[in-house]
């Protein structure tokens, strides 16, 4: 009876401890606002370049939130939207450590991922984690192959590379973020403007003054925005103040 009872509270502060980690990392995931953002080329060049190291068809950056597995860029994959991972395969996407499955097709756990629940031909899967402060795992670098296959530690040493320059972009990008928002708070008109005059960032009074959004006026020139509308020598003037 006692040792029953020991179990259960040991079993009942694991799980304590489980959720807590989780908190902090669904809360770390938050915090980099990277769920359904835009398409990014440099993204999408480093799952090329993980792809091509292990001399395989398909490349992922993929991010978990326990419910949705969201892909924020790939190469080669044609499939669906991922689905909701069973517990298992779960596991594999949220793991510290890297993951390789020589052969997939054989193994249990891999076929409850939502890698082969999209495409049952899939037959090797190797995934780096992607990890913010204290080691949480936001999600993997992925790469796939319809064949079974194993890697060279030299391949491993590099997709770890490709990994931690995934990071160092997410976090490149949440330091922007940061950075507009004070602009944005900023009472006053801030436009930063290439030497030709086109527009590389706008904050929201500036939107307000040029009559037009943020979207609309980055990448074109000042002469082009509402306010300058016929006034190209006021439009000049305006840049170099």
């Known amino acids: 009876m006692a040792t029953n009872k020991r179990k259960a509270v ?6 304590k401890a489980r959720r807590r980690s989780e908190d902090a990392r669904l809360a770390a995931l938050q915090d980099f606002d990277i769920f359904d953002s835009e398409p990014d080329v440099e993204f999408e060049g480093l799952v090329q370049i993980a792809a091509h ?3 395989a068809p398909i490349g992922l950056i993929v991010f978990s939130d326990g419910n949705r597995q ?4 790939s190469v080669g994959w044609s499939a669906p939207a991922l689905k909701s991972a069973a517990s298992s395969g779960q596991s594999i996407l949220l793991s510290q450590d890297i993951q390789i499955l020589d052969d ?3 193994d249990g756990t891999f076929r409850k991922t939502p890698f082969y ?3 049952k031909n899939l037959r090797f899967y190797v995934g780096v984690p992607l990890l913010a402060g204290d080691c949480l795992p936001l999600g993997m670098l992925c790469v796939l192959d319809y064949k079974p296959r194993s890697l060279k530690n030299s391949q491993r040493t590099a997709l770890r590379a490709v990994a931690d320059q995934v990071m160092t972009l ?3 990008r949440k330091d922007q973020q940061r950075l507009h928002s004070v602009i944005d708070s900023v009472p006053d008109i801030f436009m930063i403007l290439a030497g030709d005059g086109t ?3 706008l904050n929201d009074q500036a939107t307000t003054f040029l009559g037009c959004g943020k979207a609309e006026g980055i990448g074109r020139h000042l002469v082009e925005m509402p306010v300058f509308k016929g006034e190209p020598a006021l439009a000049s003037k305006f840049s170099e103040v």
Not at 10 to 15: P, Q, V
Not at 70 to 73: G, L, S, V
């Open 70 to 73: 969201w892909i924020k860029a």
């Open 53 to 55: 190291l292990c001399d």
């Open 199 to 201: 527009i590389g960032f």
């Open 10 to 15: 040991i079993s009942e502060k694991r799980e």
């Open 170 to 172: 997410l976090n490149r």
């Open 104 to 106: 997939s097709g054989k």
């Open 117 to 119: 629940a999209a495409d």
